[in-house]
């Protein structure tokens, strides 16, 4: 993900959650809480390398993305189950995003299947992208790790 900046990554964050969550989420400059935070992931290689594409929504912030995505009342939502498939559904369209902008038309990737992430699972891992996000007070974080 050598040409792949922060910007570019919030960009496309900011438009697949308002596109398919209807969800308005803006950068943000303060501290967030991650109470309750649930996390999903997509792993990509390419011709740089193994790359992890990492999700992190707090419980209210997975409560909205389910309710948006799926269209259902926020007390219908368990953020274990409709939160978290809805969070690895929005790392599935990003990550496919993010190596449609970065492949063009030559460049060969292998996108893996979503899952949770139940660690950090970055030991011997840089962070090369990150974003933080505020969705109406409720914390989620986009980011990047090239695997070693």
Do not use: W
């Not at 969550?21 to 390419?46: H, I, N, Q």
């Not at 409560?63 to 939160?83: C, F, Q």
């Not at 299947?113 to 030991?123: F, M, N, S, V």
């Amino acid at each position: 993900m050598t040409d792949f900046d922060a910007d570019r990554l919030q960009d496309l964050t900011q438009d697949i959650l308002g596109k398919m969550a209807f969800m308005f989420v803006e950068p943000a400059m303060d501290e967030l809480d991650f109470g309750g935070s649930l996390r999903a992931c997509v792993d990509f290689k390419g011709p740089d390398g193994t790359d992890r594409l990492v999700l992190e929504g707090s419980a209210g912030f997975l409560t909205e993305l389910a309710s948006g995505l799926l269209g259902l009342e926020p007390d219908e939502v368990d953020k274990n189950v409709e939160g978290l498939h809805s969070l690895k559904e929005i790392a599935n369209v990003l990550a496919g995003e993010i190596i449609r902008e970065c492949g063009g038309e030559h460049a060969h990737f292998t996108l893996g299947i979503p899952y949770a992430l139940e660690d950090t699972g970055t030991e011997g891992a840089v962070e090369t992208v990150a974003c933080n996000f505020d969705a109406m007070g409720q914390a989620f974080r986009a980011s990047i790790v090239h695997q070693s």
